[in-house]
């Protein structure tokens, strides 16, 4: 007797964008991947065998689909799950937003029913309740998003194609939790206003092509002095990235990854930052990455 398969591919993505706190969002094309069946109890093989969220207990992606099934007055009877994991965990590259994103499009998927902003945000919240990393992961791009009590806005704008991602992500993990509890509750008046005036002209360095202007307009000082005391030796590698052709560079999310945005010496900056980090005995590796504008994919076939 055939089965029906369900298989979700969902983007990476980096938050923030240096000015841009809790706003601006952006898809890469690394991705995780989740297939799924219906099963008599749960099953789940991860590559690379990942422990945590083999069980059942842990693992998000089985928690949204079980909630959804249910909020369908449905009994969850199992799944059986092969999930590929190529983004890493806790190092701000939103690893949970994409088993938030396919958990999602797996029930709506599943139960037939179309997918509207309002269903979702209102599932996906109850998981995260970040638009910044959760819509770039669902439709891809660079999104600017904000949350009200009642709704979310958001836009998708182009994102110039000849720019792409330096990730360089260190060999430790970091919260997002943690990183949030640095932060403080209140900001000086003047912090504020750097923040406004650089997300305003970010927005506009890359309608424009004006690339002369990112590594001003990415500076920040709402999250990154207070989180960079979290990751060793953060101002040297940034620094690094500058010194071998970086255009703009900035934690990624709540880190702790490094992101620097480059039109060309990819590898001689991913190199560089690496190094910077092996200076305090810490290993790291990078990736070129480019935009993903897709955002998540669905594919459904019999097995």
């Known amino acids: 007797m055939s089965k029906k398969v369900v298989k979700v591919r969902v983007p990476a ?27 008599d109890g ?9 422990e945590f969220i083999e069980n059942p207990e842990n693992n998000l992606f089985i928690k949204v689909i079980k909630y959804l099934c249910e909020a369908e007055g449905k009994t969850f009877h199992g ?30 998927a599943v139960h037939k029913k179309p ?31 904000l949350k009200t009590e009642d709704k979310t806005y958001y836009s998708k704008m ?12 260190p060999d430790f993990e970091l919260s997002t939790e943690k990183a ?16 406004l005036q650089r997300s305003a002209l970010f927005i506009r360095a ?36 500058y010194e071998n052709g970086a255009l703009g560079a900035c934690l990624s999310g709540a880190g702790s990854t490094i992101l ?14 690496v190094e910077a980090f092996k200076e305090v005995s810490i290993n790291a590796e990078y990736k070129v990455l480019e935009v993903d504008t897709q955002g998540a994919t669905v594919e459904i076939f019999e097995k």
Do not use: C
């Open 79 to 108: 799944a059986r799950l092969k999930q590929t994991v190529n983004i890493p965990v806790a190092r701000g590259l939103g690893s949970s937003a994409t088993a938030i994103v396919a958990g999602i499009l797996t029930g709506f």
């Open 42 to 50: 749960v099953y789940i093989e991860s590559y690379p065998k990942n």
């Open 260 to 273: 620097a945005l480059a039109t060309e010496n990819f590898d001689k900056i991913g190199l560089s930052m």
């Open 115 to 145: 997918l509207t902003d309002e269903e979702f945000f209102k599932v996906a919240y109850l998981f995260e309740p970040h638009p910044d990393n959760l819509l770039p992961a669902w439709k891809g791009g660079f999104i600017t998003a």
């Open 158 to 169: 182009d994102f110039p194609k000849e720019i792409k991602a330096v990730v360089v992500i």
């Open 13 to 39: 993505t980096t938050a923030n964008l240096g000015p841009g706190f809790d706003t601006f969002g952006l898809a890469l094309t690394l991705y995780n991947e989740f297939e799924v069946e219906e099963e």
């Open 206 to 241: 890359l309608e424009e092509r004006r690339y002369d202007l990112l590594k001003v307009v990415m500076e920040d000082r709402l999250h990154q002095p207070y989180r960079k005391n979290l990751i060793p030796n953060f101002d040297k590698v940034i620094q690094s990235a």
């Open 180 to 195: 949030r509890l640095v932060l403080p509750s209140q900001v000086p008046l003047k912090d504020a206003i750097f923040n």
